[in-house]
């Protein structure tokens, strides 16, 4: 150790070198280098729309067109929309419509039925309104059904269900000054009114497929696991495919998506191939029944102080106790095992160093648990990932490794380069053909276009200029939920707010925020409320003071849409633009502006 710094650099005090380690980190991201980047993927439109299909609707829905009016219109009726939904309840809001183009709410949980999805963040932190709705979760790490339900119930406690539209796609939504009114475009003929607006999209919501040469071919059984086909495999969210057992099973793509479906394919398959590009960060999971000691023990508001607890230990604000204390906060942690002292006491510099240390410490523990696990020598080293732990999301799971110890299941490794072809039969890595009958794409969704394209319409406001053009050049927004030019409308999700992997504890910060300003609003007999274009011109200027360290970091990663897959900055990156402050302080910023009562910023008319 040398006296000027508090923790060691030494390999053989760590037990790793950071210099070998940083090396072949960079190796690995550029073996996986791009030209197209995100230009890589297609759409599921056009002749692969029939991967966007609802399965879990009746065919042949159809109602009048709507052309009434409400007081908010929300969009979208995943945990954001809820949240927004009982915000308003609360605040008195009676008229409130949810429009979906689901059959029902859930939003990520309504689609992501895939065998074995669950929450990958602690459900006592993840779960919403807890405290309100009187729930304590059964598991540590719920499975999708028990988060489908909660939606359901947040949505009946709230009565949300009163006025909804669903199956029912927006396609424009356009300011109509002469009534001040929004009026909103869909795919069912509408053209309701609605004094507010509040769009709770979504991320990650529109499946994409990777532009693999011959991938309209195959003429074998092909779905995306965000539309799972139980009608094909067999079993429910819980597994027992068993339609499967006599079928040859291909999957491509490793993220976390796969890592939670993986076992259950690999359990009832004939033979499962995983075509491999990256493999996953796979940590421990260590889930557990919710121990009904604990639960009696629990005073009302215990969901808020953990979900606060675990939101400042993810941001590095060194909290005294872990509450949550799981994967998520161990690198934290683990900066504990490395400096001797007060780690306020460092250099920023240090700082960093120290961080870094602290992630290869993890991906070191990582790498191990693949190797101990997994017992084809050949395969374990494939499985082993060299990236740092936030390049990409973190996994947790106690039976994705294993299921490769199976006879039955394959992992193609790519070498970073990806599938080469998809034939009539199957799939072709190396010059050699993996034959199928069914073939699953594990491979993500839509990021890296506008935030029009994902919402998948676009928002007329005053004097006819879209959000399309508005944002052409990056996000443009007063705290992230309101643009000049857009009256009475409001944005649920990371746009140009802090960023936390806990997005239901953002999508919550931001619901009791809006609802605020609409309570104000209808309280002081406002026809519009709008941010000016000093108060975001000032917002824009924030965000943009904390520089791009965190693309800097991300520019050092393995592709992946974290870091715009490899292709530097884009001003639609998935953390482009946002407020580089960190989502605690985002949350205390907000709480300041509303506790000064005088809605500074907006011009209420
Ligand atoms: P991802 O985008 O994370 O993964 C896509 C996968 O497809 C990657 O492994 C990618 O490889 C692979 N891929 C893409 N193109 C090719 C190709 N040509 N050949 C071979 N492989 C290819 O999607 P997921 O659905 O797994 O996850 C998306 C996000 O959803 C997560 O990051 C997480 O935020 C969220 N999620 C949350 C869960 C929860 O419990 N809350 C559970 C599951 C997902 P490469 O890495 O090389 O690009």
Not at 150 to 164: G, M, P, V
Request: glycine share 12%; proline share 3%.
């Amino acid at each position: 150790m040398t006296s000027a710094k508090k923790y060691s650099t030494d390999p053989a005090e760590l037990g790793f070198d950071p210099a070998q380690l940083r090396a072949k980190y960079i190796h690995e991201r550029d073996k996986r280098g791009r030209k197209e980047g995100f230009g890589q993927y297609k759409k599921a439109a056009g002749q692969f729309s029939h991967f966007m299909e609802d399965h879990y609707v009746a065919p042949g829905f159809t109602r009048a067109p709507l052309t009434d009016e409400v007081e908010v219109v929300v969009i979208g009726g995943g945990f954001g929309g809820l949240l927004a939904g009982a915000r308003l309840r609360e605040a008195g809001v009676e008229s409130i419509r949810v429009i979906d183009k689901a059959g029902d709410f859930g939003g990520t949980w309504y689609w992501n039925r895939y065998p074995g999805a669950q929450c990958d963040i602690e459900a006592y932190v993840y779960m919403p309104l807890l405290d309100e709705l009187d729930y304590v979760p059964t598991e540590r790490y719920v499975h999708a059904p028990e988060l489908l339900q909660h939606s359901i119930n947040i949505a009946k406690k709230y009565d949300l269900y009163r006025d909804t539209c669903f199956q029912t796609e927006v396609t424009e939504i356009r300011w109509d000054e002469s009534i001040s009114r929004w009026i909103i475009h869909t795919d069912r003929g509408d053209a309701m009114k609605a004094h507010y607006i509040a769009m709770a999209n979504g991320l990650l919501t529109r499946p994409k497929l990777p532009g693999i040469p011959g991938i309209e071919k195959f003429k074998g059984h092909t779905f995306h696991t965000s539309r799972w086909d139980y009608a094909y495999t067999g079993g429910s969210c819980d597994g027992n495919l068993d339609k499967l057992n006599d079928k040859r099973v291909g999957i491509i793509g490793t993220g976390a998506t796969a890592v939670q479906c993986i076992p259950h394919l690999g359990e009832a398959a004939q033979r499962l191939y995983v075509f491999q590009r990256t493999p996953s960060s796979v940590d421990a999971r260590h889930n557990s029944p919710t121990n009904p000691e604990w639960k009696a023990k629990l005073k009302p508001g215990w969901a808020k102080e953990r979900v606060e607890n675990f939101n400042l230990a993810l941001g590095g604000g060194y909290t005294d106790e872990d509450m949550v204390g799981d994967g998520w906060t161990d690198i934290f942690r683990n900066i504990g095992g490395i400096v001797t002292g007060d780690i306020n006491e460092l250099t920023e510099e240090e700082k960093e160093e120290v961080f870094e240390l602290a992630d290869f410490k993890k991906m070191q523990e990582i790498r191990d648990r693949a190797a101990a696990i997994v017992q084809d020598r050949e395969t374990a080293e494939a499985l082993k990932a060299y990236y740092r732990q936030y390049c990409k999301r973190p996994c947790f799971h106690d039976e994705y490794l294993q299921t490769y110890n199976r006879p039955s299941v394959t992992l193609v490794d790519t070498h970073g380069h990806g599938v080469d072809e998809i034939t009539e039969k199957g799939v072709i890595v190396d010059g050699k053909e993996y034959e199928v009958d069914c073939l699953i794409f594990s491979t993500g969704f839509e990021v890296g276009t506008s935030y029009t394209s994902q919402s998948g319409y676009d928002v007329i406001g005053r004097n006819g200029i879209s959000l399309s053009k508005k944002w052409a050049d990056g996000l443009a927004t007063f705290h992230g939920l309101q643009s000049h030019g857009f009256p009475n409308c409001f944005f649920l999700g990371f746009t140009q707010t802090g960023v936390t992997p806990n997005a239901t504890h953002m999508l919550s910060e931001q619901a009791g925020h809006l609802a605020y300003i609409v309570k104000q609003g209808i309280a002081r007999g406002a026809t519009t409320v709008e941010v000016t274009q000093e108060a975001e011109d000032e917002w824009c200027n924030i965000c943009n003071s904390y520089g791009d360290k965190t693309e800097r970091l991300l520019a050092e990663c393995t592709p992946g849409y974290y870091n715009n897959e490899g292709g530097g900055k884009s001003k639609n990156g998935f953390i482009s633009g946002q407020f580089g402050g960190g989502a605690a302080k985002f949350f205390d910023i907000i709480g300041k502006w509303r506790a000064e009562g005088n809605l500074r910023g907006l011009e209420i008319k």
